[in-house]
């Protein structure tokens, strides 16, 4: 049974930084990619970064956070990571984590999903 659990957000001055986890377990083939995506109230999930699981790591961006967020891996760990430099209110979100079997910024691309953690950027 696949499950992805994230961890670690809160509530942040902007400016401020946060490091959100999501640990997966259960991983079976076609599940080479980790994504994050967000979703703000009243919002559809928006694209944030993935990360391939084997081989270099290939991490994408969307143009929002790129220079201020970094995925990162740890395959021993079977957890990937999104460390977010520089907050802005505007990232106030509930982040989730997504694997699928291909790179997309698509969230309907990704198979499994989860539960999300909330992080919240004060002006």
């Known amino acids: 049974q696949v499950q992805l659990v994230e961890s670690g957000g809160g509530l942040v001055q902007a400016g401020g930084s946060l490091r959100i986890s999501c640990a997966t377990s259960?991983?079976?083939?076609?599940?080479?990619?980790m994504a994050w995506f967000r979703q703000a109230p009243g919002k559809e999930h928006e694209f944030v970064s993935r990360?391939?699981?084997?081989?270099?790591?290939?991490?994408v961006y969307a143009d929002s956070v790129r220079g201020r967020f970094t995925i990162s891996r740890d395959n021993t760990k079977n957890t990937v990571f999104l460390q977010m430099n520089s907050l802005k209110p505007e990232d106030t979100a509930t982040y989730y984590c997504?694997?699928?079997?291909?790179?997309?910024?698509?969230?309907?691309?990704?198979?499994?999903w989860g539960q999300g953690t909330q992080v919240t950027v004060s002006s």
């Open positions: 997504a694997t699928g079997a291909y790179g997309s910024r698509r969230p309907a691309d990704y198979n499994y």
């Open positions: 990360i391939t699981w084997s081989g270099p790591t290939r991490a």
């Open positions: 259960g991983r079976t083939f076609g599940m080479d990619v």
